[in-house]
């Protein structure tokens, strides 16, 4: 979104307050254990994409996901009224990706592991096809 100074501030300020009313304000059964993640801010200051993560499978997202839509009008209300600026930002909610593309991550590195394990137990008992040191020397030359 954006790198402007005032923006992040304002982002990292939206994310406690959101983070705190979801804890203590918003008392929807549809709401999972939730974990914002990241806020992040337009230049302009008008949008807001709050980024969360929820513990739990399909069914506990798609729940999240309508409570938070549901209390979106309350969380801009709170955001407002903590910032104190003049106009205060839509909310966008986004479902994180980052639990999934870690899970990717440490199945790849694991496949890598266990290759290179496989690897190493072929070169235990490999030996050269010619001599150790295919080389000339000049020093043998002579």
Do not use: C, W
């Not at 999972?32 to 302009?44: E, S």
């Not at 997202?61 to 205060?88: D, E, F, P, W, Y």
């Not at 266990?114 to 000339?136: C, F, H, I, S, V």
Request: aromatic fraction near 4%; hydrophobic fraction near 40%.
């Amino acid at each position: 979104m954006s790198d402007n100074p005032r923006a992040l501030k304002l982002a990292g300020t939206i994310k406690k307050i959101v983070a705190g009313a979801l804890e203590t304000e918003i008392k929807d059964p549809r709401l999972g254990f939730v974990t914002v993640t990241d806020v992040r801010v337009t230049g302009d200051l008008q949008q807001a994409s709050v980024f969360y993560t929820v513990l739990g499978g399909e069914e506990e997202r798609t729940g999240t996901a309508a409570a938070l839509a549901s209390a979106k009008g309350r969380l801009r209300s709170l955001v407002g009224s903590q910032l104190g600026i003049r106009l205060t930002p839509s909310l966008e909610f986004h479902l994180d990706a980052v639990p999934e593309t870690a899970a990717t991550l440490d199945k790849a590195l694991h496949e890598a592991a266990l290759r290179d394990a496989e690897l190493a137990k072929l070169r235990e008992n490999a030996q050269y096809a010619g001599d150790a040191d295919p080389y000339k020397h000049p020093e043998e030359d002579a």
